[in-house]
C-alpha cells in the first residue's frame, strides 16, 4: 500500500511557476514509476508527466512540453512538477499516481487526493 500527499498548489500569475510536490509512504517508493495528471473543471482528467522508477525516463504532454519538469529524488520518496511558464488553461486539480510502468493512461495502483493550482490572467 501506497499512500501519496500532493502539495506545492496555490494561486500564481499567468507566467509564474509553481512546483507541486508529492510524498509517498513506504520504503518501496522508488520501486514505483510515478505519474502527474489533471483534471480542469467540466473537462476529463488528463496525462501531464510521468517518470519510470530508475528515474532514468520521462514522458511529458505535447500541451506542457517545454514549461513542466518531472524529476523524483528517492531518498525523500517524493516526486516533484516543475511548472514555468503556467497559463490560465493550466487551471485544474493536479494529482500524482504510482504505479508499476510509466504511462500516459490512467493504469496506475495509487492516487493522491489531489491539490488545486489556479492561474489567473
Known amino acids: 500500500q501506497v499512500q501519496l500527499v500532493e502539495s506545492g498548489g496555490g494561486l500564481v500569475q499567468s507566467g509564474g511557476s509553481l512546483r507541486l510536490s508529492c510524498a509517498a509512504s513506504?520504503?518501496?517508493?522508488?520501486?514505483?514509476?510515478m505519474g502527474w495528471f489533471r483534471r480542469a473543471l467540466g473537462k476529463e482528467r488528463e496525462f501531464v508527466a510521468a517518470?519510470?522508477?530508475?528515474?532514468?525516463?520521462?514522458l511529458i504532454a505535447d500541451s506542457v512540453k517545454a514549461r513542466f519538469t518531472i524529476s523524483r529524488d528517492d531518498a525523500k520518496n517524493t516526486v516533484y512538477l516543475q511548472m514555468n511558464s503556467l497559463k490560465p488553461e493550466d487551471t485544474a486539480v493536479y494529482y500524482c499516481?504510482?504505479?508499476?510502468?510509466?504511462?500516459?493512461?490512467?493504469?496506475?495502483?495509487?492516487w493522491g487526493q489531489g491539490t488545486q493550482v489556479t492561474v489567473s490572467s
Open positions: 513506504g520504503r518501496t517508493f522508488r520501486r514505483y514509476a
Open positions: 517518470i519510470t522508477s530508475s528515474g532514468g525516463s520521462t
Open positions: 499516481a504510482a504505479g508499476p510502468r510509466i504511462t500516459t493512461n490512467f493504469g496506475y495502483d495509487y
